[in-house]
C-alpha cells in the first residue's frame, strides 16, 4: 500500500474498534486475529489510543482484553499483550497481570510480544515497569530471565543508570544463554551519548571479571558495528576504556 493508503487503512481500523466498544456487545477485538502484522499492529495501537483518548471505556476494553488473553489464537494472545503495552506505557499497573500471563505463554509470538512490551514501556513509564521486571531477575526458568534482561534494554539506551542495577544481579547466572543476553544488552546500552562512562563505571564494579571483559569486548565490536550511530568511534570508545579500566 501507498503511505495515504496505509493511513486511510489504519483510520478505518481505528474507527471500526471504536464503533466496536460504542456497541458494547462483549465480542472480542476485530482484526486480533488478522494474518497481517500490518493490521494486527494498527489494530492494538487503536486500542491503546482508544483507552487514552475514552476514559468511559477503559474498564469494557480491559474486559475484553482479559478474555483474549485466554483465547486459543496465537495471534489474539499476542496482539491482546502487544495491546496491553500500549496501556501500560501511561497506565502499568492497570495491565501488569497481562505481562505476568504472558512471560508464561506456550507460544514464543506472545512471549516476544511481552519483551517489545517491556522495552516500550520501560522506556516510557520505567518506574513501575522496572520494578515489576526486577521480580522475574532470579525466576527459575531461564528462558523468563533471559527475556527479562532483553525487554529492559530500550529504557538503557537513554537511562543506563536505571537498569544497571538489575541487569548486575545476572552476572553470575548460571545459564549461558542468559549471560549472552547480557553481554548483548551491555553492548547496546553503551553507544548512545553519555551512557559509555555510565557503563564503564558500573562494570568496575562487578564481581565477574570474565564477564565485564566479555562485555567489554562487545561493547568495542557495537562501537563499530553501529559506527553511524555511536556517539564515539571504536578508537575513541577503546581508548576511553584503556584509560578507565
Not at 503511505?3 to 489504519?10: A, G, I, V
Not at 486500542?47 to 489464537?73: A, C, T, W, Y
Not at 531477575?137 to 537513554?158: A, N, Q, S, V, W
Not at 546500552?189 to 562487578?206: A, D, G, Q, R
Request: hydrophobic letters at 35%.
Amino acid at each position: 500500500m501507498t503511505k495515504e493508503e496505509r493511513l486511510q487503512k489504519t483510520e478505518q481500523i481505528y474507527s471500526t474498534i471504536l464503533r466496536h466498544l460504542e456497541k458494547n456487545s462483549g465480542k472480542p477485538f476485530p482484526f486480533f486475529s488478522d494474518g497481517d502484522t500490518y493490521i494486527r499492529k494498527s489494530a492494538y495501537q487503536s486500542v491503546g489510543k482508544i483507552f487514552n483518548q475514552h476514559p468511559e471505556m477503559r474498564e469494557q476494553i480491559i474486559f475484553l482484553l482479559e478474555k483474549s488473553i485466554v483465547d486459543k489464537n496465537n495471534y489474539i494472545r499476542q496482539t491482546t499483550i502487544n495491546a496491553a503495552g500500549e496501556i501500560g506505557m501511561k497506565h502499568f499497573t492497570t495491565v501488569e497481570s497481562f505481562f505476568d500471563r504472558g512471560l508464561f505463554d506456550g507460544h514464543h509470538s506472545a512471549r516476544n510480544a511481552v519483551i517489545g512490551s517491556i522495552k516500550k514501556m520501560g522506556e516510557k513509564n520505567p518506574v513501575p515497569v522496572l520494578q515489576w521486571a526486577k521480580k522475574y531477575l532470579h525466576h527459575p526458568d531461564k528462558e523468563i530471565r533471559r527475556e527479562i534482561c532483553h525487554g529492559i534494554e530500550l529504557r538503557g539506551r537513554t537511562h543506563p543508570e536505571d537498569i544497571l542495577p538489575l541487569l548486575k544481579e545476572l552476572q553470575h547466572d548460571p545459564t549461558a544463554t542468559v549471560r549472552n543476553t547480557l553481554v548483548h544488552v551491555l553492548g547496546q546500552i553503551s553507544y548512545k551519548k553519555n551512557c559509555l562512562e555510565k557503563v564503564i563505571l558500573h562494570l568496575k564494579k562487578w564481581e565477574n571479571k570474565d564477564l565485564a571483559t566479555k562485555a567489554i569486548i562487545e561493547i568495542i565490536d557495537v562501537h563499530e558495528r553501529y559506527k553511524d550511530f555511536a556517539v564515539l568511534s571504536q578508537k575513541e570508545a577503546k581508548k576511553y576504556i584503556d584509560n578507565n579500566i
